[in-house]
């Protein structure tokens, strides 16, 4: 990618921060600024494509919502002339709580688990979830963690066609296209306490949890029903 190329009048620089299903996240100079920051935009796939479009806008349109100190915020909304719809959000470089478990205490870990809680329980306030609550997605900015890639959040409950999700990571019935809502999101916090302390996804971990918190040393029973119960079907689930 040339250092030339401009996306509405941000300078890109020649790095790609992130690749998803529908856009790419790219780290840019701030046209009015020149301070480094991040802009988000449709894959070249997408860019004339409605449902995209309206997707990406609900997208932004939910993050510029809130104001949380450990959601991602955004700075601008535009449309380029090539690239299509874009908005930008401050870079955030510091690595992913995927790459941070094996190099941070325990203490530190659960620190950020109730700091990500916290900021998830402000979107469930206001109605909204963000439904692909993964380690890659808690980036770690000046030693905080902020929740990123909200591109298949969505406002209310109710049933979803669609079965967009990760792979060890989204509960069954996303997966399958049914019931999604803040029971969700539990799913992946309780996903991310549980990888925390075993190193096993929730799809590996909810099968026998017992099992799994026996070869770490933290045998404790309110853990263990807290776990099974934060992994278990929608229906019996924490709901928030």
Known sequence: MSDEQK??????????????????????????TGTAIAVKTLRAFFVNNEEARAQFQREYNLLDSMNHPHIVPTREWGEDAAAGFYYTMPLLRDGTLEEARTTRSMAQLINWW???VGAVMHAHGRGLHHRDIKP????LHKHDPVLVDWGIG?????????????????????????QTGPFTDTYGLMGILGWFVTGE??????????????????????????????LSEYTARYQT
């Open 7 to 32: 996306i509405g009048g941000h300078s890109i620089t020649p790095f790609l921060e992130a690749a998803g299903g529908g856009g790419y996240v790219l780290s840019a100079r701030e046209r009015a």
């Open 114 to 116: 109730i700091e990500i």
């Open 136 to 139: 890659k997605n808690i980036v």
């Open 154 to 178: 969505r406002a209310g409950t109710g049933d979803h066609t669609t079965t967009f999700g990760s792979e060890g990571w989204s509960p069954a019935e996303y997966r399958a296209g049914g």
């Open 201 to 230: 996804r929730p799809d590996v971990l909810r099968r026998n949890v017992s099992e799994h918190l026996g070869k770490t040393g933290y045998e404790f029973a309110a853990l263990e029903r807290a776990l099974t119960k934060g």
